[in-house]
């Protein structure tokens, strides 16, 4: 079965400075989705960024990023500039292309910015 | 409002009482998940419904009896909990079908359970 670590249960960053945070997954298949949520304190998950592991290209979104490394089962997430809105638990997902609902998470990583 | 409500934001119950979950999701989708998160842990699907029809049950014990009367509704009906059953219960919609896109799951804010 499909798993995916978190090995940074908690991270600090300086407001507008830039945080990476870990995720590594373990699988057999050769094309899968990938994804990073937040989850802020008001508890509502939210996608922030999406990969496609058949694309060589890491996604973007606006001050996010991810550093998809296929051969080494890595998905790193990028986030530049940090901003207070941006302290939340980040969770990092997996999905299968043959169980579209079976989603596998990450324990999460909570991630804290100073102002 | 949001694409996917739930109702109640927190609940106390005792290990006798019967209480239900509510969810809904005003996003067109097909296929609504439970979702247990406990803390310092990964998340934990408990029941996928299709269409109505339930497609996955993980292992969950008899005491959660989900229900799912049309696309836009879940419930999660509760009877005898315990306390280890204490977390925050996450309801989560997509549309069924995958492609290249992949189906995002959106998910409601929780209702934070603590059982006495």
């Known amino acids: 079965a499909q798993t995916v670590t978190q090995s940074q249960p908690e991270m600090s960053v300086q407001e507008a400075e830039t945080v990476t945070l870990s995720c590594t997954y373990d699988?057999?298949?050769?094309?899968?989705?990938l994804f990073w949520y937040k989850q802020p304190p008001s508890r509502q998950m939210i996608l922030v960024i999406r990969?496609?592991?058949?694309?060589?290209q890491n996604a973007t979104e606006n001050r996010f990023s991810v550093n998809f490394q296929k051969a080494a089962k890595s998905f790193s997430l990028k986030i530049s500039d940090s901003q207070l809105g941006d302290a939340a638990m980040y969770f990092c997902a997996y999905r299968s292309p043959y169980n579209n609902n079976d989603m596998r998470f990450g324990a999460g990583t909570r991630l804290t910015v100073k102002p | 409002e949001t694409g996917v409500t739930q109702t109640p934001r927190h609940l106390v119950m005792g290990m006798t009482n019967k209480k239900s979950l509510k969810c809904e999701q005003h996003?067109?989708?097909?296929?609504m998940y439970w979702y247990k998160q406990s803390a310092k842990k990964p998340l934990e699907l408990m029941f996928v419904y299709n269409f109505k029809e339930q497609t996955e049950n993980n292992s969950v014990p008899s005491r959660f009896s989900p229900e799912c009367p049309n696309s836009s509704h879940l419930f999660l009906h509760l009877h005898t909990l315990q306390p280890e059953d204490s977390a925050l219960y996450l309801c989560a919609s997509s549309h069924v079908s995958g492609g290249p896109v992949g189906n995002i799951q959106y998910f409601g804010a929780g209702t934070r359970l603590s059982v006495l």
């Open positions: 990969q496609e592991a058949y694309k060589q």
């Open positions: 996003l067109g989708h097909n296929a």
């Open positions: 699988t057999s298949e050769s094309d899968y989705y």
